[in-house]
């Protein structure tokens, strides 16, 4: 099955995960999945992931809940799509929610937060927003 927007679906699956209040989601494993996974670690709105298979990887995410069973990510949007791709420079890179949420942007030195952009000085491709 090929996916029009594979980033999507893994938000998605995310999101519908969290919904339903499940621990552990899988989607198929690509190399920017992967580095949008590790900022989410890193960021603390998932507690881990794992990367498992021989010819078909699966990129396992372990979905974060507080104490009161409520999820980690409140919200997800895709900014950046395959039929509109949003682009900012440095000054224009959005902040969510005055500093409490992140971007993801895809620069031209790889994929991080909006905010390790500005620290670098680098614009790109806004791929989505999570708070």
């Known amino acids: ?13 995310m999101r519908n995960a969290h919904m ?3 621990d552990i989601t ?34 396992r995410i372990y979905l974060k809940y507080t104490e009161s069973r409520d999820p980690a990510i409140r919200g997800v949007k895709r900014l950046s799509k395959p039929g509109l791709r949003r682009y900012a420079v440095v000054d224009k890179l959005p902040q969510v929610l005055n500093g409490m949420g992140i971007a993801i942007v895809s620069t031209s030195s790889g994929i991080m937060t909006a905010k ?10 806004i791929l989505c927003s999570i708070w």
Not at 117 to 122: D, E, G, P, S
Request: net charge positive; hydrophobic share 35%.
């Open 20 to 22: 339903s209040g499940h």
């Open 26 to 59: 899988e989607v198929p494993y690509s190399n920017m999945k992967g580095e949008i996974a590790r900022i989410l670690k890193k960021e603390g709105f998932i507690k881990d992931y794992a990367v498992e298979g021989g010819n078909k990887k699966v990129l």
């Open 1 to 13: 099955m090929s996916l029009i927007d594979p980033i999507a679906d893994m938000l998605t699956r």
């Open 116 to 125: 390790e952009a500005r620290k670098q000085r680098i614009g790109g491709e």
